[in-house]
């Protein structure tokens, strides 16, 4: 499908979901990163003419992520009348969660527990409008490597663009008129100190981690397939124990 076609079928997947719902959401709720992903859902969410909130939520943000991230928020309000943008500092917040869990040091865990803050964020600002909250996970990441936090059941209320590869997604940016630098911009998941690279924490692009799960017979196969393994926990139902009757 083109994408222009692809934009206008998402949109109006969105506002399918939210008519079908019992008790139809007020608003969109999404957290906005700087990067593509999470700029190309809040734009097809703000396309829907329903009241779309996004959310900038620096935690030990590099500079050139956060301002990317507020560039994109103000391009939005710009653009589309039913869209409100915040900015939620949570520095102090996550330096006290750090400081109370200082006996259980973790470097990844704290990287995760940044992603779990924002999601708790997102969901509390999604009570107080009535709202629904919009995932930001693309088709590589949450059916190919599990490369994302697990947050347990789930974490967002729906996913518009996880049926998307993330070179999809780059071209869904262009047709949309995302800025360039989001769109030029290294993928990161803004979640550690030394400003690593999605890409460098993968070992292979997305390119190649795409055509790897596609193809049973690629070079990057054997690469793919560990990364998944060590993931699969996440793309799987919750174990739950199972009482014989």
């Known amino acids: 499908m083109e994408a222009n076609k692809k934009i206008i079928f998402i949109k109006n997947w969105i506002l399918n979901y939210v008519d ?24 097809l969410s703000a396309m829907t003419g329903l009241k779309t ?30 869209v409100k943008g915040y900015t939620l500092e949570l520095d102090s917040l996550f330096k ?14 704290m ?17 107080a409008n009535n709202g629904i909250v919009v995932g930001t996970g693309n088709k590589v990441e949450d059916f190919g490597v599990g490369f994302y936090t697990k947050y347990g059941d789930g974490g967002v209320d729906i996913s518009p663009i996880a049926d998307c590869n993330k070179t999809e997604i780059w071209e869904l940016g262009k047709e949309l008129g995302i ?23 993968l070992g292979l692009s997305y390119k190649q981690l795409e055509e790897a799960m596609e193809n049973k017979n690629s070079i990057n196969r054997e690469k793919y397939n560990s990364i998944r393994k060590a993931n699969l926990h996440k793309m799987e139902p919750i174990p739950v124990c199972k009482i014989p009757k």
């Open 20 to 43: 079908s719902m019992p008790k139809k959401a007020d608003c969109l709720v999404i957290g906005v990163s700087g990067g593509i992903d999470s700029s190309v859902s809040s734009t």
């Open 96 to 109: 006290n969660f750090e400081n109370t869990l200082s006996n259980f040091s973790s470097e990844h865990g």
């Open 179 to 201: 800025l360039k630098e989001i769109i030029d911009a290294p993928p990161t998941d803004g979640l550690w100190d030394d400003g690593r690279t999605d890409e460098g924490q």
């Open 53 to 82: 909130i996004v959310l900038s939520m620096p935690i030990k943000q590099k500079s050139a992520q956060h301002d990317l991230s507020l560039a994109h928020q103000e391009w939005l309000k710009n653009k589309f009348k039913n």
């Open 111 to 127: 990287a995760n527990s940044r992603a779990r803050l924002r999601m708790t964020t997102l969901y509390q600002v999604a009570a």
